[in-house]
């Protein structure tokens, strides 16, 4: 996805536009950009930018196991983690 860059309250030059995203690549490494605003106040500059949502895997502690899916598990686990017992947090009245 292409990052949209806006700059607001005045004009840059398109290498110092550029020297301000190499920053926040150089900042923020590995990451994308959904958005960066670059905004002129005088001789500063103000950046304000919004990252791509990371992805992420859920991990869950099944059976004494750290797994994100039961993919790999053979037919006793899969059964085991059937029949396990899921604690939830039940109705609690509010004290006043």
């Known amino acids: 996805m292409e990052t949209k860059i806006t700059v607001t309250g005045g004009t840059l030059p398109q290498e110092e536009i550029d020297a301000y995203v ?29 990252l791509e949502p990371a992805p992420f895997e859920r991990i869950r502690r099944i059976t ?5 899916t039961l993919d790999r598990f053979n037919d006793a686990k899969r059964a085991e983690e059937h029949d396990r017992v899921k604690h939830g947090i039940g ?5 006043e």
């Open 64 to 68: 004494g196991y750290l797994v994100g």
């Open 22 to 50: 190499e920053h926040l690549r150089e900042k923020f490494p590995g990451r994308s950009f959904q958005s960066v605003g670059i905004e002129v106040d005088g001789d500063y500059v103000n950046l304000s930018w919004e």
């Open 91 to 95: 109705n609690f009245e509010t004290l």
